[in-house]
Every structure is written in C-alpha cells, then in structure tokens.
C-alpha cells in the first residue's frame, strides 16, 4: 500500500492509503474543515523530515546539544529550552522545537 504525505492548512499527515482518493478520505474525515493543500506519494517504506523545514540549520549539531542540554536539565524542558537558548543564542521558539524533537526520540 503507497505512503501518502498530505498537507493542510495546519497539518502535514502521513498515511497508508490505497490511491490518492483514499488518502483525501482520511484526510477529510480527520480534519474536515481543513483545506488540502498538498498530497504527494511517497516510496513504500520511507519518510523523510526536512531539518531546514523545522528550521533546524546550521553547522552546529543541533541534536548533540539539545542531548546535552536535557541530560543538564535532568529532562526539564523549560530549563533544558533555558539551556539551548543560552549555548546557542537560538531564539525561544527555535530551542522549543529542537528540544522537543529530541524528547520524542527518546534523548
């Protein structure tokens, strides 16, 4: 069954679908007053985030340093947000979305 990337106007949805139909039902039952913006076929098995669309960039690793700056904070994400911020100058919301990115892969 093809993978499915579908955008709307708040949302980017992956999903398993039969055909392009399909993947516009499940979209459309899940967030009915949302417009479809995008939907794009994906290879079978793959799933790719852009670190640049998260506004993730840069030459430091951004990832080794929100690791460091949890494991500092004990896992508190305000102070590890806190900590982020100060090593890396980066502004409030920049260190939320890389910190919480790093707590959902299990730093």
């Known amino acids: 069954m093809p993978l499915f990337?579908?955008?709307?106007?708040?949302h980017i949805i992956i999903t398993w679908a039969e055909d392009q139909q399909a993947a516009r039902d499940v979209v459309s039952q899940a967030y009915p007053n949302e417009r479809l913006l995008r939907l794009t076929k994906r290879p079978r098995d793959?799933?790719?985030i852009s670190k640049s669309a998260?506004?993730?960039?840069g030459a430091v690793d951004p990832c080794h340093t929100a690791r460091d700056?949890?494991?500092?904070?004990?896992?508190d994400k305000v102070h590890a947000i806190r900590l982020y911020m100060q090593e890396t100058g980066a502004d409030l919301e920049r260190a939320r979305k890389v910190i919480e990115s790093n707590m959902v892969m299990g730093w």
């Open 5 to 10: 990337e579908v955008e709307t106007e708040y």
């Open 69 to 75: 700056c949890l494991a500092k904070a004990a896992g």
């Open 46 to 48: 793959t799933w790719v």
């Open 54 to 57: 998260l506004g993730i960039t």
